[in-house]
């Protein structure tokens, strides 16, 4: 008998074996429709054996193999059998993590467009056919003169499609591969002896895995470096990889690649895609067809039979972490899958990750560094710390910021007001009894929003009308407290009656037509207001003035990781400033201004900022020195979240004593969405004991009982 060891969108972590008639060992990798118990799954063959632990009268069979997409390959398989061990997740939730939607059902996936040829038995059939069999005799001759498209076919009689299928049926037609024009590249820049280094240094040994770390400022140029090394990979006939952290950085990061690759076939792959786009994408990588595959974490999971060289373009971005289901990290996945390609792997950044700086710099990557900015004139921007308690703020901006947007305004210059927090302002209180309106689902206040005067809660989504009157106290007189982008906007208005002004915030993106549309705008406005959705890699020619209004915000958190955040931050903001010729000024409003973090911002000095935190860390005993995990309960109860993670820890395997678990603890943000969340943290000087500690602790979870209670495993986690 034949088994099929089946992986199964289950949250189980096992294989599930069904019989089959005639499977053999090249059928491993096909997606496979299989009963299960009432419903039909789609799951992909792993392995196949001669014995199952499955009795054979309970052993179903399977109903089909969907043959129509051709296998997934070893190297595939082998990343997602990684990514499941390594972050303790089911196998089959990792799969459909991994596969596009379309391809998770037994649907019919579109075929990508193909020539057709005849073959010398058509040609054959071509001379037999009588002229009165007019329409097969249009097709065949057509293609007795040549290949043809599909389309071109369709076209030659009526009812060619039916014409061209029984040609195909009866082996006179044969499509072949549309022929692929040669990628070529277009160069647009004579690169800075700086670029001309960093590309020498990233071509040594592009043929093998190795991980480089291309740490430059913002404007360095990385962009173009990364687009040489591509071409460098192209011209070899191999496969490119290039994740970008933000879905709204991809359309314009396409055109951007169309323009300087003109010829080589580029797909695009997010979450956002709609199903059949994104599956032709795929589909289009798996066979071989796609050069270039730009797109957001999940396409980390692109199948690349040619695959030559991975690219990570901010490389520290906390959006290549998953945060649902199997919680990988795309970035890290990235690398993994350099290596079983034996191809290398670029991580790009202005800030690197802590992690990838100290592996940089204690050379376990390659670190190529630029330190200046590419274009001839533009200097990195002068950054002012502006103290509030010298200069008090004028309805939230400080007098000299307001002098500076008024410079701007009258030289006809661009500015841009930053602040991370959206809404018109953060809390509704009571200045009578010190009441905050609170959300019922979440361990959060509901911020003020000013379309349809509703509060909105920016964890769950909920929205309410604003209360008439305090409920504890009465007072009809509620406050606004706080300021977020929406209040900034009308305070700028009335200062600047004549300016452009325009908001740049996921809110305005949503109200107008996407974020593209908005940003198109945004080249005209004489001030922008925005949050990070501003800050991240656009370039503005005329902008000279970034002000920053909430910084002090990422200072002082109980989350070790938000000051490294918060630098990547003010110095992606301050990157924006003084692209092109016109020279930058940042001005930071700060009570703070001799924190050490605002003294390496002034001196752009990175690595200095990157090595106090590090020297910190070690001291501490956070990563990237020790290794870290999570285990997280979610109840509507917070004493059954508390009771699972409690007998939990019990079953924890006893005898490491080189793996830390502490105690339950409710996460930062306790409640979302009306859900009680508390967590286990795991730590180790060491990765595989950790890991090997995690394995044990997993197994025995899925018997620990936990009724009421989702948990989840969280390697490497960066959410607490
Ligand atoms: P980064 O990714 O390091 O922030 P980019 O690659 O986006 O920098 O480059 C910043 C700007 O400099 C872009 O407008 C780019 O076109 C320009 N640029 C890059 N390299 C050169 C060069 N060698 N000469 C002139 N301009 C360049
Ligand atoms: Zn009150
Ligand atoms: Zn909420």
Redesign the pocket.
Known sequence: MIILRVALDVPLPKLFDYRSEDATRADIGYRVLVPFGKRRLVGVIWDIATKSKVADSRLRPVEKILRDVAPLPREWLALVEFCSGYYHGPLGEVVAAALPPRLRAAKPVPIPPRDYVLTPAGGDALAGTPPRQRRSRALLSRLAQGRASESELVAQATGGRNLLRRGIEAGWIAPIEPERPEPRFVH?????SE?RQAIGALRVGLEKFRVSLLF??????????YLQLIADILARRKQVLILVPEIALTPALEAAFSDRFPGACIVTQTSAMAELQRVRGWLLAHSGRADIVLGTRLSVFTPLPRLGLVVVDEEQDASFKQREGVRYSARDLAITRAQIAGAPVVL?S?TPSLESFQHATSSKYGLVS?TR????R?ELPAIRLIDTRVHPPQEGIVPPLLEALAARLAHGEQSLVFLNRRGYAPALACPACGWVKGCRRCSASMVVHLAGQRLRCHHCGLTEGIPRACPECGNPDLQAFGRGTQRVEITLAEKFPHARILRVDSDAARARSGLEDLLERATRADILVGTQILAK?H?FERLTLAGVLNADSGLFSSDYRASERAFAQLQQVA?RAG??NLPGEVLIQTRYPDHPLYQSLVRHDYPGFAGSLLAERREAGFPPFVFEAALRAESTDELHAQRFLRSAIDESPRRSASVTVFDPVPMSLARLAGVERAQVLVQSRSRPRLQAFLAEWSDALYRTPSRGVRWHLDVDPIEF
């Open positions: 647009v820049h004579e690169l800075t670029q430059g400022v913002t404007g360095s140029g990385k962009t173009e470096i790009c202005a630029l900015r590419a274009i001839d533009a890699g370039h990157g692209r092109s």
